[in-house]
């Protein structure tokens, strides 16, 4: 009897406590989601698709690597295509680092300006500074995603979040994905990632890719110049949002970035270093597919469930180290993970 009154009351207990309270739930951190991802959710990158950039050794003589994954169409084809034919024509080989302006950029290219640019290298206009995107009867995978929604909710642009909660998932072609990265910005009617880049989007016409850390763009004079591809640099501080739209994105950093954000700032305007002996020698860029010992790398496909729930966590930190989740993110703030294929 006694073994009886023990057990109801540990049952009474028992459900004097939910078991919310019991066993607190546990939510994995953003890392913790990208380990787990499944193999058949990373996309492999082309080795032609990357450039390789060797700076001088550090002062204790360790090498300095960076690789840069080239942006795909339908953006900035113009550049990409020059850029390719100044690595192959070893354009780069014994330029410099020229510039490193704090919570800003790194910029490299030749500080005489006097080196002759390869033959051949397109003048791109600045209408490329966008891509087309034909919402209403498109042919890439946004597009034809969007149209339907589009059609039922014309004025949606900043609305988005509010009219997506009554759009029938019958109705809709929007990946889960989809849905936990399209969100409004300050910057641009909407934003979202596509084919594993950060895009900000015009509903009504066009898309662009964003200033987010670590993407790569074009130096260029005063409009209507575009720049060649011969001046690059990549962001090393908060993103310049402000820069969309008005200089061409070509890439971004995805191994060894911090061969260029740890650099010393420059002195003069603008960062640029003032004396010649203070700039960091390039010894040579080349495209992936031209260099030996390039590793392969792979990126988290941004259609897949595991980016999905990896964004959430990236705007909504449950782990135990927060006590409020944010409850948003900018786009920025979720870096697409990119890492050496595991072979």
């Known amino acids: 009897m006694k073994r009886n009154l023990s057990l109801f009351a540990s049952a009474a207990m028992s459900a004097a406590f939910p078991v919310a309270a019991q066993e607190a739930k546990t939510y ?75 919570n800003y950029v790194v910029q490299w290219g030749d500080a005489t300006e006097k080196k002759a640019l390869p033959e051949g290298l397109a003048v791109v206009p600045e209408s490329e500074y966008v891509a087309v995107s034909e919402i209403r009867g498109g ?78 763009g074009v130096g260029r004079n005063l409009s209507p110049d575009t720049g060649s591809g011969a001046e690059l640099y990549p962001v090393i501080g908060h993103a310049p949002r402000h820069l969309d739209r008005n200089i061409a994105l070509v ?31 390039i010894l040579s860029v080349r495209l992936g597919n031209e260099t030996k010992d390039v590793p392969a790398f792979e990126y988290l496909s941004t259609d897949s469930d595991s980016f999905a729930a990896y964004a959430d966590a990236r705007a909504n930190r449950r782990d135990p180290f927060f006590n409020v989740p944010a409850g948003g993110a900018d786009i920025c703030n979720i870096p697409v993970p990119v890492r050496r294929k595991i072979r």
């Open 139 to 216: 042919t890439d995978w946004m597009d034809n995603a969007l149209a339907s929604f589009h059609a039922e909710f014309p004025e949606f642009g900043r609305k988005f979040p509010e009219t997506l909660k009554h759009l029938p998932k019958a109705q809709s072609e929007l990946s889960r994905a989809f849905r936990k990265t399209f969100r409004t910005d300050q910057y641009a009617e909407a934003n979202m990632m596509i084919e594993g880049w950060p895009i900000a989007l015009d509903m009504k016409k066009y898309k662009w890719p964003t200033h987010c850390y670590g993407m790569v």
């Open 28 to 102: 994995p951190a953003p890392s913790e989601i990208v380990a787990s991802a499944k193999a058949g959710e990373w996309v492999a990158i082309a080795p032609s698709d990357m450039m390789v950039m060797d700076l001088a050794p550090d002062s204790k003589g360790k090498p300095r690597r960076l690789v840069i994954q080239l942006i795909p169409e339908p953006f900035s084809q113009g550049w990409i295509g020059n850029i390719r034919k100044l690595a192959t024509a070893k354009w780069w080989d014994g330029t410099s680092i020229n510039r490193v302006q704090d």
């Open 251 to 281: 890439g971004r950093v995805i191994e060894g970035i911090e061969h260029m954000s740890g650099l010393p700032h420059g002195t003069g305007a603008l960062g640029f270093y003032e004396k010649e002996e203070e700039r960091v020698p």
